[in-house]
């Protein structure tokens, strides 16, 4: 019979103070998922996983160790325990370490609220056969399309944390969604581009017919691309890509760069880093969201507060040990894995939308570049200078006249986010909800 993962994390810390750690939290998932790919009109993957980890970290004074099994019987955890302790007594000292205070723990919360899981029954693999099939054959109706491959997914997970000092609690979360590549042309010609939807209630993602059809307009949209000009243009990064530039300032205010003195942004807390009236807000209790969360991987609760407000920087992103390095206070953004200690992580954001739509900032632009996606990247992390590689449209006179490759956009983060300009098309269902962002000045290096 298979143990509840309430058991499992009591059994890991009463392991743990037999094999005579000081202290230890413990955490348990069980995860299942399923996955169908279908790749011109045939099945050729169905694969299903089930599985059940845990993750130990135990403290002798100022020393810590972690590790993480997926063998559920005593003579593991038990062996577990006693590998762990032997890890921290060799471990250096880390002075910043340690668990929450007790009152500094969670106490109520309402995980139901927040609709983190779907309780319908699981969609099966012939459910989610057909909904990939339906959307790889609209993508393949329109004229121009010579390949395209189609997934579903659905994904069901369960954690649960406790500690030594008393904090217990758990909570499961879904996600399923359809996805559709498609490809036009041949040789050094051909394009391919995408679309998927995701959501954490099966029921809410869209109909597959929309998606693939989606993603075969935007490959037909890309045929006949070549290189732009080299020069000084307005970039306006498109509501899918745009979201990576509110997320290289997220990792520049991560206390773990923060500690390290590692960051562009090491001396911008209290300063301005948007434009005046731009705020970024993390919601980490967000109904319907799949990044929310009752408390965090160190059982402090979870909160709602303003990352930057009116344009002004209020604060890192911390978890314990790296508040306590910098003399703060944790903003519960603690995130671990089950062999993996606590790392700062933001969750759910939401920058302050603008008034205009995507094709006012087109038009208003004049000339320049729309990136629809973006290939590797060159971010220096200590001075911010930026440097991707990006594929999208070219922009005359306010209007879109052909699709580019092979263009590089350069700059440097802490004058870009200064210059920002959003639209108002951000999608309410993301996590991160980022519109389309214009950004004047950037640096092009096409042809």
């Not at 045929?223 to 520049?252: C, F, M, N, Q, W």
């Not at 519960?332 to 200690?341: H, K, L, T």
């Not at 729309?370 to 449209?393: E, K, P, Q, V």
């Amino acid at each position: 019979m298979a143990r509840s993962l309430e058991t499992l994390t009591e059994a890991l810390l009463e392991a743990a103070r037999k094999a005579g750690a000081d202290a230890a939290d413990a955490i348990a998932f069980d995860t299942s998922a399923l996955s169908i790919t279908i790749r011109g009109g045939r099945l050729e993957t169905a694969e299903r996983a089930e599985n059940t980890e845990m993750g130990l970290r135990v403290l002798i004074g100022q020393r810590q160790a972690l590790v993480g099994v997926s063998d559920t019987s005593d003579a593991s955890i038990a062996a577990m325990a006693e590998r762990a302790v032997a890890m921290a007594r060799e471990a250096p000292e880390d002075p910043w370490i340690g668990l929450a205070d007790t009152a500094e723990l969670a106490r109520d919360w309402d995980a139901a609220a927040m609709e983190l899981m779907d309780h319908a029954p699981e969609p099966d693999a012939a459910h989610l056969e057909d909904a990939a099939r339906r959307a790889e054959a609209r993508a393949l109706a329109l004229d121009g399309i010579i390949q395209a491959e189609a997934s579903g997914g659905y994904w069901r997970s369960r954690a649960h944390f406790a500690t030594s000092n008393g904090f217990r609690g758990g909570y499961g979360r879904t996600n399923g969604g359809i996805s559709v590549s498609a490809y036009t042309g041949e040789g050094t010609g051909m394009e391919t581009d995408w679309a998927g939807e995701s959501r954490v209630f099966m029921a809410d993602v869209p109909p597959p017919e929309g998606i693939g059809q989606r993603a075969a307009e935007r490959t037909l949209a890309r045929r006949g691309a070549r290189k732009p000009k080299t020069g000084t243009y307005p970039v306006l990064y498109d509501e899918r890509v745009a979201g990576s530039l509110i997320g290289h300032l997220l990792s520049a205010i991560n206390g773990n760069a923060i500690a390290r003195g590692s960051s562009w942004a090491r001396d911008l807390l209290h300063a301005q880093v948007l434009p005046a009236g731009l705020s970024l807000i993390e919601d980490q209790m967000r109904p319907r969201s799949g990044r929310s969360r009752p408390f965090d991987d160190e059982g402090l609760p979870s909160r709602r507060r303003a990352i930057v407000l009116e344009g002004v920087l209020q604060g890192w992103t911390l978890d314990l040990a790296t508040a306590r390095k910098l003399g703060m206070a944790s903003t519960s953004n603690a995130d671990r894995g089950v062999s993996s200690p606590p790392a700062p992580g933001t969750t759910n954001t939401e920058l302050t939308p603008g008034s205009a739509s995507r094709d006012d900032l087109i038009r208003d632009m004049g000339t320049g570049l729309l990136i629809t996606s973006l290939i590797g990247s060159t971010i220096n992390a200590t001075t911010g200078d930026y440097s991707r590689g990006a594929t999208g449209f070219w922009v005359e006179n306010g209007q879109i006249t052909h699709a580019v490759n092979e263009v590089t956009v350069a700059g440097n983060l802490r004058d870009m986010l200064l210059r920002i300009i959003p639209a108002n098309d951000a999608f309410a269902h993301k996590p991160t909800r980022v519109p389309s962002l214009l950004v004047e000045g950037m640096t092009l290096a096409g042809a």
